[in-house]
């Protein structure tokens, strides 16, 4: 039996999630962030970073300016 991907740490029958656990995921992700834009942001700059187009200390940077957003 799969764990929930959510992190909630219960057993899964089927699928990834326990119902309802994926938007709660998503809830969660965009509240640490401080918010669905923030959240954008952080995965526009980490792709940039993937991508090669920014390097490790603009990187840095900017994830830090993201969270003193929040
Ligand atoms: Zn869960």
């Keep these: 039996m799969a764990e929930c991907a959510c992190g909630c740490g219960e057993p899964t029958?089927?699928?990834k999630y326990l119902q309802?656990?994926?938007q709660?995921?998503?809830k969660q992700l965009?509240?640490?962030v401080g918010g669905l834009p923030l959240l954008s942001s952080l995965v526009k700059v980490t792709?940039?970073?993937a991508q090669?187009?920014?390097s490790l200390e603009?990187?840095?940077r900017l994830v830090n300016r993201i969270y003193q957003k929040a």
């Design 24 to 26: 709660k995921l998503r």
């Design 30 to 32: 965009e509240e640490k």
């Design 13 to 15: 029958k089927k699928g």
């Design 47 to 49: 792709g940039m970073y």
């Design 58 to 60: 603009d990187l840095g």
């Design 20 to 22: 309802g656990h994926e």
């Design 52 to 54: 090669g187009q920014m």
